[in-house]
């Protein structure tokens, strides 16, 4: 909902492009600096615990959003939003990776599946109340409450047991067999947020597409996504999960192939489909490898690898813009060919019973 409302928020504060910019950035300072400590919290007191108190901050970020009245106090409100945000992306795939190995079959990628579910549900929300004509203010505020109450209930009925870690082990940097997972989240995350930031851009600036097919890129790969997430579990079952990463990295670089060679919007449409499918699993892999990891707390070898591959949202999409000025989308777009093919090379770590 929140990303959703950003042009309102950026019309009512009267930011320039430069100035929302920064502002939004502490949603990804805040995010880095508490997914260690996060991971510690969870090592400590157990995921289920830290799930239940975890909203708390994070809705009351989302109301901080909206009180907003300037760009600096929107930059500390995004920066509380990503802290207590990423604490909960911790501790709801620790939760997710315990009750995995409980029923002894995979069920992270359709977790994950559910959240992509969500942000287009909490985006499809935020359009029909902005159609209505309610202003930002009222929105997040009245949707904050509700989202905490929703939190709490669904957390009550987690389990528990994954806690009393070491907390001085759970602040590790990732290292061994842990830190190449985290380089094959860093490309698969640092890929998505390239297609997420500049596919658009691409359909618009190279094939002077009309803006409402722009627009949609965002939603073909999202949906890609999310239908690759919720059959993901099935696959991993039939395949080993090596192998699904190399097939789905392979998959992803076709799809990127195909929109740098694409001379038609809808050849882009059909790489972002693939693109989405290809890597709608590989960071639910990653993270249960990570959680089934024996020498650190399942909580804190996640936020470990998160740490790195989370890192890619920052500095991905400024990467291809940078490039781009050099050698054009197109070009630049080779990059995320090299990352696919590393996580092809690096595949082996995904296997089961992961060690450091």
Same mark, same amino acid.
């Given at each position: 909902?929140?990303?959703?409302?950003?042009?309102?928020?950026?019309?009512?504060?009267?930011?320039?492009?430069?100035? +929302?910019? @920064? /502002?939004?950035? &502490?949603?990804? !300072?805040?995010?880095? =600096?508490? $997914?260690?400590?996060?991971? *510690?919290? #969870?090592?400590?007191?157990?995921?289920?615990?830290?799930?239940?108190?975890?909203?708390?901050?994070?809705?009351?970020?989302?109301?901080? +959003?909206? @009180? /907003?009245?300037? &760009?600096?106090? !929107?930059?500390?409100? =995004?920066? $509380?939003?990503?802290?207590? *945000?990423? #604490?909960?992306?911790?501790?709801?795939?620790?939760?997710?990776?315990?009750?995995?190995?409980?029923?002894?079959?995979?069920?992270?990628?359709?977790?994950?599946?559910?959240?992509?579910?969500?942000?287009?549900?909490?985006?499809?929300?935020?359009?029909?109340? *902005?159609?209505?004509?309610?202003?930002?203010?009222?929105?997040?505020?009245?949707?904050?409450?509700?989202?905490?109450?929703?939190?709490?209930?669904?957390?009550?009925?987690?389990?528990?047991?994954?806690?009393?870690?070491?907390?001085?082990?759970?602040?590790?940097?990732?290292?061994?067999?842990?830190?190449?997972?985290?380089?094959?989240?860093?490309?698969?995350?640092?890929?998505?947020?390239?297609?997420?930031?500049?596919?658009?851009?691409?359909?618009?600036?190279?094939?002077?597409?009309?803006?409402?097919?722009?627009?949609?890129?965002?939603?073909?790969?999202?949906?890609?996504?999310?239908?690759?997430?919720?059959?993901?579990?099935?696959?991993?079952?039939?395949?080993?999960?090596?192998?699904?990463?190399?097939?789905?990295?392979?998959?992803?670089?076709?799809?990127?192939?195909?929109?740098?060679?694409?001379?038609?919007?809808?050849?882009?449409?059909?790489?972002?489909?693939?693109?989405?499918?290809?890597?709608?699993?590989?960071?639910?892999?990653?993270?249960?490898?990570?959680?089934?990891?024996?020498?650190?707390?399942?909580?804190?070898?996640?936020?470990?690898?998160?740490?790195?591959?989370?890192?890619?949202?920052?500095?991905?999409?400024?990467?291809?813009?940078?490039?781009?000025?050099?050698?054009?989308?197109?070009?630049?777009?080779?990059?995320?060919?090299?990352?696919?093919?590393?996580?092809?090379?690096?595949?082996?770590?995904?296997?089961?019973?992961?060690?450091?």
């Amino acid at each position: 909902m929140w990303i959703a409302r950003i042009p309102a928020v950026q019309e009512t504060l009267v930011l320039s492009v430069g100035e +929302l910019g @920064l /502002a939004l950035l &502490g949603g990804g !300072l805040g995010s880095l =600096l508490a $997914l260690l400590p996060g991971g *510690a919290l #969870v090592a400590r007191y157990g995921s289920r615990q830290v799930a239940l108190w975890a909203p708390l901050p994070a809705c009351a970020a989302l109301a901080l +959003l909206a @009180l /907003a009245t300037n &760009g600096s106090i !929107l930059f500390a409100a =995004l920066v $509380l939003w990503g802290a207590s *945000a990423g #604490v909960l992306d911790v501790a709801m795939n620790a939760q997710g990776s315990a009750i995995e190995q409980r029923r002894a079959r995979p069920i992270m990628s359709s977790l994950h599946g559910l959240w992509s579910l969500g942000t287009m549900s909490g985006a499809a929300v935020a359009a029909l109340v *902005a159609g209505l004509g309610i202003s930002v203010r009222a929105h997040l505020l009245v949707a904050a409450p509700i989202l905490l109450g929703a939190m709490l209930v669904a957390a009550r009925p987690f389990v528990s047991g994954d806690g009393g870690q070491s907390v001085r082990t759970a602040l590790s940097w990732p290292r061994g067999q842990l830190l190449t997972l985290a380089v094959v989240a860093f490309c698969a995350v640092g890929t998505e947020g390239a297609m997420y930031d500049w596919s658009g851009v691409y359909l618009r600036r190279v094939l002077d597409a009309p803006q409402v097919t722009a627009a949609s890129a965002a939603t073909f790969l999202s949906a890609a996504m999310a239908t690759g997430r919720l059959v993901g579990d099935h696959l991993t079952v039939r395949l080993q999960a090596p192998v699904l990463a190399r097939v789905c990295a392979l998959l992803a670089a076709l799809g990127v192939s195909a929109i740098i060679a694409a001379p038609l919007p809808v050849v882009v449409f059909g790489g972002l489909i693939a693109v989405g499918l290809g890597l709608s699993v590989l960071v639910p892999l990653v993270f249960g490898a990570a959680g089934r990891t024996t020498d650190m707390a399942p909580g804190a070898a996640i936020a470990a690898v998160a740490s790195l591959g989370y890192a890619a949202f920052l500095v991905g999409p400024p990467t291809i813009g940078l490039v781009a000025d050099q050698v054009t989308l197109r070009g630049a777009f080779v990059i995320l060919l090299l990352l696919l093919g590393l996580i092809v090379v690096l595949a082996p770590a995904i296997a089961p019973h992961t060690s450091t």
